[in-house]
């Protein structure tokens, strides 16, 4: 059955940073991502990387947050500098194992285009 396991939250001052990781189970995804939801705003795209290694950002992230992978360990890593309350969420990392039936093997910030999930980490950034 294949798991996908956040860790590395918790609260930080306004420019503190923080790195979030995500270990799968299962086997190679088409593309994996980064996503999070504040309290009573829908879950959003942060970061996504897909299996040829090429990353999709957030405008709101971009030059912040960086997305890598450990393919030894299957795991996957979210790098967030210069953290703002603005980021306050609740984090998930999702894992994509379909192909694209159009053929598109990039990164993608549409939650719809994932099939497996993460429980979640909660990021806190306090001005």
């Known amino acids: 059955q294949v798991q996908l396991v956040e860790s590395g939250g918790g609260s930080v001052q306004s420019g503190g940073s923080l790195r979030l990781s995500c270990a799968a189970s299962?086997?190679?995804?088409?593309?994996r991502g980064w996503f999070r939801q504040a309290p009573g705003k829908e879950r959003e795209g942060v970061a996504s990387?897909?299996?040829?290694?090429?990353?999709t950002y957030a405008d709101s992230v971009k030059g912040r947050f960086t997305i890598s992978p450990d393919n030894a360990k299957n795991t996957m890593y979210l790098q967030m500098n210069s953290l703002k309350p603005e980021d306050t969420a609740m984090y998930y990392c999702?894992?994509?194992?379909?192909?694209?039936?159009?053929?598109?093997?990039?990164?993608?910030?549409?939650?719809?285009?994932?099939?497996?999930w993460g429980q979640g980490t909660q990021v806190t950034v306090s001005s």
């Open positions: 990387i897909a299996s040829d290694g090429s990353t």
């Open positions: 299962g086997y190679n995804y088409y593309r």
């Open positions: 999702a894992a994509d194992s379909r192909p694209d039936s159009t053929g598109y093997s990039g990164g993608s910030l549409d939650t719809s285009r994932y099939n497996y």
